[in-house]
């Protein structure tokens, strides 16, 4: 039942935002503001339960080697996205959320094995918090580029599918996995998880946030600390 629990509550939040993108209004400086929590609480989630146990299961060596080859990975296509499909509707926006989104679930899935109830609430609550704003700011852009609403509306439902099922196969198919396997995916997650932050996030909390952006992720850092700090 935890799985399920948790794969409705992070994945639907994708759902939820892309209606507040759609129908809602924030002020800008707002939006940029949660980003940057949302950014800040996911940026020590990532290192705490992914990158941090990686390194006592299988080495630096093999952790940094993961995680490098994840943010390669993601930088890489987000440049082909941006620089050389020059995507500006759905489906390039699509691809940018669920190239980050994919592995953040396999990896959450992963984190189910453990039985660790707070674990898994630290970094789902981390990827929910990251989740909402950027579905909503992604819906907004799609808007503004002329996709109907329903249109955009089926395209986020069927990112909430996609990373579902990237959830529930890190928790089944991988169960019986050795825990290096296990660890190269968490590592090769985060990796792609820091890229996406650096490259999409943290810009555009800035952008609209401004320097206050700043504090705000110190904040989300905070809480996402506090909140694993439970878990030990």
Request: hydrophobic share 55%; aromatic share 6%; with cysteine.
């Amino acid at each position: 039942m935890l799985i399920f629990a948790v794969i409705i509550v992070v994945s639907g939040t994708l759902i939820i935002g892309a209606l507040w993108g759609l129908y809602g209004h924030l002020p800008s400086w707002m939006e940029g503001n949660l980003l940057a929590i949302a950014g800040g609480a996911l940026m020590i989630s990532v290192v705490i339960e992914l990158v941090q146990p990686a390194v006592t299961e299988s080495g630096v060596l093999m952790t940094a080697a993961f995680t490098l080859m994840g943010a390669l990975v993601f930088a890489g296509t987000d440049y082909l996205i941006d620089e050389k499909l020059n995507s500006k509707g759905g489906a390039g926006l699509l691809a940018a959320i669920t190239l980050d989104g994919v592995p953040e679930n396999l990896a959450l899935g992963v984190s189910l094995l453990s039985g660790n109830v707070m674990q898994v609430a630290a970094l789902a609550g981390s990827i929910l918090l990251s989740n909402l704003p950027e579905a909503a700011g992604g819906a907004k852009e799609m808007r503004k580029n002329g996709n109907s609403h329903k249109q955009i509306l089926m395209l986020w439902v069927g990112a909430a599918v996609l990373l579902s099922l990237a959830a529930i196969l890190g928790k089944v198919l991988l169960k019986d996995v050795d825990k290096g396997v296990i660890s190269a995916i968490d590592c090769f997650a985060a990796g792609a998880v820091i890229a996406s932050l650096a490259t999409e996030v943290f810009p555009t909390a800035f952008k609209r946030g401004n320097h206050w952006a700043g504090i705000s992720a110190t904040i989300g850092l905070i809480l996402a600390l506090a909140l694993s700090q439970l878990s030990g």
